[in-house]
């Protein structure tokens, strides 16, 4: 694949089909070296099902899409014209070759490299971040791993309402608007920068939420993170190896990553079982600052507590390659 994030060097993609209201990816050139490129792009994309067709810059119509614009992804190598519809609120992702490489499309959150390498799954993900839209991230036998959504937090108080759930762990706001106000910055700026994070678990067979899991990286610690949480009536059923196999996996074969690390509360004997036999070795013992959630979530900042307050955790290291 050749699809990158444009303020991210990592290569992205998912195991997923996903249902969206994508309906079209059109393709707009400026210069004619592309034109056989695109037009192999847009008969691929038809044989996807979606609709497809391909535009000379200046011949656009758009005022015949207008109306329907939120359906519609536009791939263009013209910096001019992906500025010009991106300001008239069409979703426009670059396309970068030899003869535009001066061209920095500001603005745009994708750009792709060599455009007749691009799958379907790429352009799904773009119209995706563009549209506000979960990414799912993966599936395993009983389980689905997807993206936080602000209405998923109501149901994260019900996860954390049981006192074993913040034993080990930092609860949530106590208000919940502070908490959405949280989730929403996350969502922008964790997920839309990063392309990963703590995600939300959700069971396959009736769409409950169960818990969460992902990746983080912790302030003072250089490796990245793997945190998992189910609720305390899914646990013993096996899902917390299962998700977290998935995102090891995912780890490697996505994000390639070369190792991870995971923190554990030292008295939580429970987690470090199921992280060893996730493979993770205990390495040594840190302190670590527990209280960093804040009392409040307001204009995009924490506020803290008064007083900062430390644990000693576990630090296990699980080499993946």
């Known amino acids: 694949m050749s699809f990158f994030y444009a303020q991210n060097p990592h290569i992205w993609y998912t195991f997923l089909e996903v249902a969206i209201v994508l309906n079209s990816i059109f393709f707009i050139y400026e210069n004619e070296i592309i034109v056989p490129l695109v037009q192999d792009e847009s008969a691929y994309v038809v044989e996807q099902g979606y609709s497809s067709a391909v535009f000379e810059a200046s011949k656009f119509p758009e005022n015949d899409y207008t109306s329907h614009k939120k359906t519609i992804l536009i791939a263009t190598d013209s910096q001019a014209k992906a500025k010009e519809l991106s300001e008239k ?21 994708y750009i792709f490299t060599d455009i007749s390498e691009v799958d379907i799954d790429s352009f799904v993900k773009a119209y995706q971040r563009y549209a506000g839209e979960p990414w799912e991230i993966l599936k395993t036998e009983r389980l689905v791993v997807r993206e936080t959504t602000l209405e998923d937090v109501d149901e994260f108080y019900r996860l954390y309402a049981d ?35 703590v995600w939300t678990v959700v069971r396959r067979s009736d769409g409950v939420v169960v818990g969460r899991a992902g ?22 059923q096996g899902y917390a190896m299962e998700v977290c196999s998935a995102i090891l996996d995912y780890g490697k074969v996505v994000l390639q990553l070369d190792k991870v690390q995971t923190l554990v509360k030292a008295e939580n004997k429970v987690s470090i079982h199921i992280c060893e036999k996730l493979g993770f070795e205990q390495t040594d013992t840190v302190e670590v600052e527990e209280n960093i959630y804040g009392q409040e979530y307001n204009a995009g900042q924490k506020v803290p507590f008064n007083e900062c307050r430390h644990g000693t955790y576990v630090r296990m290291i699980k080499l993946l390659w």
Not at 97 to 107: I, P
Not at 175 to 186: L, M
């Open 89 to 109: 609120g069409f979703y426009v992702i670059g396309i970068a070759h030899a003869e535009n490489t001066s061209y920095e499309f500001k603005g745009l959150k």
């Open 163 to 197: 006192p074993e759930i913040t034993r080990y762990m930092e609860g949530l706001f106590e208000n919940p608007e502070d908490e959405k106000r949280y989730q929403k910055d996350y969502i922008d700026k964790v997920y839309g920068l990063m392309g990963f994070g």
């Open 215 to 236: 990746y983080s990286v912790r302030n003072g610690f250089d490796d990245i993170e793997l945190g998992f949480l189910i609720g305390k009536e899914y646990q013993r």
